[in-house]
């Protein structure tokens, strides 16, 4: 889990919270908003909870919304632990790292977002896309999803979260 920064048309700033369950390489979550509070990223992560199962661990940066009391609190409570990555060492979270690049370079390089609502149809849509169809060589050429069922292909998956502005 972890973020990245856009800008909107406007030349506002808009940050991305990704959520990524690394054994399956699925993007669970892609929710951009103006800011963050640890309240917030704590909310989505229990709505994700909501359709799948938490895991024993989640690997984090330190920024504030990561040592925040709300996801301390949420973290506690649900059971699972937070890895803080070492500070100045990006790839103690390799994986989103490297997911952060494919988006960056197939996403958010080759779309600008009219607003924030334009960011949420377009990140989901690519979400759905990764997630659903594209196949990974870690995973044996199967698309995320398909992998975490086991090579059968269900359309059933998680839909768009709250993105509240």
């Known amino acids: 889990m972890d973020f990245i920064h856009d800008t909107l048309e406007s030349g506002r700033s808009v940050r991305i919270l990704s959520v990524m369950d690394v054994h399956t390489r699925e993007c ?9 509070r640890g309240v917030d990223v704590a909310d989505i992560l229990s709505e994700l909870g909501s359709v799948r199962k938490f895991p024993e661990r989640i690997n984090v940066d330190n920024g504030t919304e ?3 009391r709300a996801l301390d609190h949420w973290a506690y409570w649900n059971g699972v632990a ?10 103690d ?17 080759q779309h600008w977002f009219g607003d ?5 149809r377009t990140l989901e849509a690519w979400r759905m896309d990764y997630n659903n169809h594209r196949p990974h060589s870690a995973l044996g050429q199967l698309p995320p999803a398909e992998f975490r069922t086991g090579g059968d292909f269900t ?8 993105s509240h502005a």
């Not at 937070?82 to 790839?91: H, V």
């Not at 979270?93 to 390089?109: I, K, M, P, Q």
């Not at 924030?116 to 949420?120: N, V």
């Open 116 to 120: 924030l609502e334009d960011a949420i």
């Open 82 to 91: 937070l890895d803080f990555s070492r500070p100045g060492k990006p790839t």
């Open 66 to 68: 990561f040592t925040s």
């Open 93 to 109: 979270n390799a994986h989103v790292e490297a997911f952060h690049g494919t988006l960056r370079r197939e996403c958010l390089s």
């Open 155 to 162: 359309q059933g998956r998680i839909g768009p979260l709250n």
């Open 28 to 36: 669970l979550a892609l929710v951009p908003r103006r800011s963050f």
